[in-house]
């Protein structure tokens, strides 16, 4: 089992920044890929970011130039830094691990909510 501890969420104005951390209960060497999605009130759960284990990371269009995904392996600790938020990021924000081992299972983290203000 793997658990997944996330922080960092909070309410920030238009163009301010934040960032989440996701700390894991198991090395990131454990997963094959590491990442961050989100889910508005109506709206379906949706990608984020991610990075493979290789350190390959994939981002949503909507979010390409403003939010980075980083890890680290001595922390086994996933982060997004969110810059130039806007309202329509406003979300529960989930992590999520993919492990590499056995069935290959995904686990969440419990989210945590990030609110931009106009």
């Known amino acids: 089992q793997v658990q997944l501890v996330e922080s960092g969420g909070g309410l920030v104005q238009a163009g301010g920044s934040l960032r989440l951390s996701c700390a894991a209960s198991?090395?990131?060497?454990?997963?094959?890929?590491m990442g961050w999605y989100r889910q508005a009130p109506g709206k379906q759960r949706e990608l984020v970011a991610t990075?493979?284990?290789?350190?390959?990371?994939n981002y949503a269009d909507s979010v390409k130039g403003r939010f980075g995904i980083t890890r680290s392996i001595a922390k086994n600790t996933v982060y997004l830094q969110m810059n130039s938020l806007k309202p329509e990021d406003t979300a529960v924000y989930y992590c999520n691990v993919g492990a590499d081992w056995g069935p290959k299972l995904d686990y969440w983290g419990q989210g945590t909510q990030v609110t931009v203000s106009s």
């Open positions: 990075v493979s284990k290789s350190g390959t990371t």
């Open positions: 198991r090395s990131t060497f454990s997963f094959r890929s």
